[in-house]
């Protein structure tokens, strides 16, 4: 089936024009902190790192970015010495992909730790080449009781909190890096193209956040130049491109990548934009996201151009990534007693029946990149997430959500869980029929975790249709509080090989697990 989203695909001419209203060139930071250099002469260089995305017991994507045109050479070896080596003979990366590649790789052996090294070779001379770049991964088990781990957030450089050298940049990644888990599940809002990054912003008690700063941070993102360059300013960071090396990712996309609560047919009334059309909007940040993310969907070689995937992670996993962006219908109050669009719209919910249907694994994660329970407005009278306030029974994009888990659960479908980030705070939902006014499902828990790298926001109202009831939170009490000023968030999952068990634990920057709940495998409801 071709999956299609709502927002119309601008002609190639139409994405380009974006990119050449402004310069591709990086500007580097006159800062102490450490960044990739960009040499205009002599081998090609891989400064941006490595990463690697979508990892199964067989498979992996490989991404790198080079300084020039150049063909990228990866190399797979079961030790660091890189004996007995594989060679994967990777594309030929240059501006028509702001000189970004991934490589697919197959047959890798399960359950075992890959080391890889990618080197980038002139494209007129392959005994030119610069410097290898080195990362590893571990490929999923091919048996159960291997066990897996797992950590999951969002939200980063976000409300003008960027890279500060002063604090050392990101360093909640270096502290899951240190966790050393299996992948990282970014749970969407991955950058902020809406969101200007100034030299230096004064905080509520007089301190001065610094921030390293580009010229695409320094309006919203509008051109493909501007995208392609949020998606580097991250990368700036060393703790993030040594996390990048050593864990993969698995990576879905939220309202930010484009420009905050956007919806596919939105025209613009903000002064700060040129182009009012969120769909070109759209069509410019999904080109660059594609270029600067190892997602296997979309792949030239092997994707269908969608972000909602099924990632197979051994008998023990499946992560069920949604796209609750491209999809869904507008914004709106939300009281529609028929909606057939919803946030997800009616290909992507019959695909996930069907991928959930068909999963024998015995923890199926659903990995959504916003809550279903909390109230997430847009606006005096609109609404951005499914809930709308309404405690009664479903309606607008609530009943899309109601036909889902009646299907779970008729079906008997086990194992499920929903993990999400976007609210800028960590919590812990449990879903019973007996609390709500819809009452034809299982219950289930929802887990939320962020920021990662941007502000902190206080708890959202919880909406009684499913059900939920909070059994913990953890938020600041006042709106956009800086890094400096509250910690990061980000979330763990561990399933014991041996018992099946799930632990979930909501853990802050600093090494503290803030709640934690085991929960049981087989059942259809928790």
Not at 16 to 38: D, K, V
Not at 111 to 121: N, P, S
Not at 359 to 379: C, E, F, H, N, Q
Request: proline share 7%; net charge neutral.
């Amino acid at each position: 089936m071709s999956y299609r989203p709502r927002i119309p695909s601008p002609d190639r001419r139409t994405v380009l024009r974006g990119s050449l209203a402004a310069s591709a060139a990086l500007t580097l930071p006159l800062t102490a902190t450490a960044a990739p250099a960009f040499a205009l002469s002599g081998r090609p260089r891989a400064a941006w790192g490595v990463q690697v995305g979508d990892v199964t017991a067989s498979s992996a994507m490989v991404w790198v970015r080079s300084d020039r045109p150049a063909r990228m050479i990866v190399e797979t070896s079961a030790t660091e010495s890189f004996r007995r080596a594989r060679t994967w003979h990777g594309p030929l990366v240059g501006s028509g992909t702001d000189f970004t590649g991934t490589t697919p790789l197959y047959g890798l052996p399960a359950g075992e730790q890959v080391h890889y090294r990618v080197t980038l070779a002139d494209p007129d001379d392959p005994r030119r080449t610069g410097e290898p770049v080195y990362g590893t991964f571990r490929t999923a088990p091919a048996r159960r009781r291997d066990g897996v781990r797992f950590l999951w957030s969002g939200d980063i450089a976000g409300q003008g909190w960027g890279i500060n050298p002063d604090i050392g940049g990101y360093r909640v990644y270096d502290e899951m890096r240190r966790l050393d888990p299996d992948f990282f599940l970014c749970s969407g809002d991955n950058i902020y193209a809406d969101g200007v990054i100034e030299p230096s912003v004064t905080l509520p008690d007089g301190r001065v956040w610094r921030n390293v700063t580009t010229e695409e941070k320094a309006k919203v993102a509008e051109t493909l130049a501007e995208y392609r360059g949020n998606f580097r300013y991250n990368l700036l960071d060393d703790n993030l491109r040594k996390f990048n090396a050593q864990v993969p990712s698995i990576i879905q996309w939220d309202d930010h990548e484009v420009r905050n609560n956007w919806y596919p047919g939105q025209i613009l009334d903000d002064v700060r934009y040129t182009e009012k059309n969120v769909d070109v909007l759209a069509a410019r940040s999904m080109r660059a996201f594609r270029e600067y993310f190892p997602v296997s969907t979309l792949h030239e070689s092997s994707g269908d151009g969608r972000v909602h995937r099924v990632v197979r992670h051994g008998p023990l996993l499946d992560v069920f990534v949604l796209d609750m962006r491209s999809f869904r219908n507008a914004n709106s109050p939300g009281r529609q007693p028929d909606d057939t669009t919803g946030i997800l719209g009616a290909e992507q919910l019959d695909w996930l029946k069907r991928e959930l249907s068909r999963s024998r694994a015995v923890w199926k994660v659903i990995a959504a990149d916003m809550p279903l329970g909390l109230v997430v407005t847009d606006g005096a009278t609109d609404f951005e997430a499914v809930a709308q306030g309404d405690p009664g029974a479903p309606l607008g994009r609530e009943l899309q959500i109601a036909e889902l888990l009646r299907f779970i659960k008729h079906r008997r479908i086990t194992g499920t869980l929903w993990l999400t980030a976007d609210v800028h705070y960590t919590s812990a939902q449990h879903y019973a029929p007996e609390r709500a006014a819809f009452k034809d499902f299982a219950p289930f828990w929802e887990f939320v975790s962020g920021p990662l790298a941007a502000g902190g926001f206080p708890a959202n109202a919880l909406d009684s249709t499913f059900g939920p009831d909070q059994v913990f939170v953890r938020a600041p009490d006042r709106a956009n509080v800086s890094p400096m000023e509250s910690p990061q968030f980000f979330g763990e999952v561990d399933i014991d090989g041996g018992s099946g068990e799930l632990t979930v634990r909501l853990r802050a920057q600093g090494g503290s697990v803030l709640f934690s709940k085991v929960l049981q495998p087989g059942r259809v409801g928790q």
